[in-house]
């Protein structure tokens, strides 16, 4: 779900090179990259809730996921999502699993299969100070293009309201119908998206 008007991932992050160490009076301060696209740890989970509590629980009063459960799926599977960080601090994440059936089910809010083909992307969000400025949509082209590079990864699904469907069919994915997950009083689509042409991009580019 997300709260953006919202490939596989190759985290394109920026990294400190060590320095040869200078005299005295004259080393130079480290500073933190000014964008870092990554996958998630255990440790960033406080900041992914973060985010995600003021996102979704201010639109529609729930959120997809707690403060546990995002532990748990960051232990289980990290290389399943990303966050962007601006000078250290996490400005927008995608968080996914793996799931093994056609289509998700009320299951499918609370298990990682690992030998699933499907990256179920379970949450997206942006901090409120950044929405507004397409960081949404420019971290799902990266994500998308991290899972191309996944092999065991063939199709990407997400669920989210009738408002957002236009907003993720920009991105390759196509309605296949009412999801089978409620929240609540909540409906949701779920919205499916084939892996394969960045499967072939990547094969046809050797990389």
């Known amino acids: 779900m997300s709260t953006q008007s919202t490939y596989p991932l190759e985290p394109e992050a920026s990294q400190l090179q060590p320095e040869t160490p200078k005299a005295p009076g004259h080393q130079r301060r480290h500073t933190l990259p000014a964008n870092e696209f990554r996958c998630l740890t255990p440790e960033d989970a406080a900041s992914v809730f973060e985010i995600e509590r003021e996102a979704f629980i201010s639109v529609l009063g729930i959120c997809p ?16 999502s990303m966050g962007w960080f601006q000078e250290g601090r996490l400005v ?3 968080i996914g699993s793996l799931w093994d059936q056609e289509r998700l089910t009320q299951e499918s809010m609370t298990l990682h299969r690992p030998g699933g083909h499907t990256a179920h992307l ?18 799902m082209w990266r994500f998308l293009h991290h899972l ?28 296949v119908g009412p999801c089978a997950i409620t929240l ?6 779920e919205l499916q998206r084939s892996m394969w042409d960045h499967a072939s991009r990547r094969r046809n580019s050797g990389s």
């Open 122 to 139: 379970r949450a997206l969000a942006v901090h409120h100070t950044f929405r507004g400025q397409g960081k949404g949509s420019i971290l």
């Open 65 to 80: 996921l707690y403060l546990e459960e995002i532990k748990h799926f960051l232990t289980l599977c990290p290389e399943l």
């Open 184 to 189: 609540g009083s909540l409906t949701f689509n």
């Open 92 to 94: 927008a994440f995608i």
């Open 148 to 175: 191309g590079r996944q092999p065991a990864v063939r199709r990407a699904v997400l669920m989210c309201e009738d408002a957002l469907v236009p907003f993720y069919q920009k991105f390759g994915f196509r309605f």
